[in-house]
């Protein structure tokens, strides 16, 4: 008898959605959303206003709108930002 395969699951706690608080949501609206969409949503505003470094990529120079994200911080590092954008959903 031959055995199937079960399908593999994406990981559960990127799809699961979040909530993005009142800060956050200036950026990427107030809906929740599964993080890997969050993100998306982070980097189409990153790249739509501009706010990728141009000298060092890595990089992410803050508006108003991510300064607030940043907890006031005009620069962060794309790593930084992460953990700064989870500090902002429940």
Known sequence: MATTKKPTKANSAL???V???E???K???STPL???ELT???WDYIKKNGLQDEKKKT???ADDA???VFGGKKQVTMFEMTKLVNAHVS
């Open 19 to 21: 909530q993005p608080d």
């Open 27 to 29: 950026v990427v609206g």
């Open 66 to 68: 991510l300064k607030a």
């Open 23 to 25: 800060v956050l949501a």
């Open 59 to 61: 990089l992410i120079n």
């Open 15 to 17: 799809a699961k959605p």
């Open 40 to 42: 998306k949503k982070i």
């Open 34 to 36: 599964p993080r890997t």
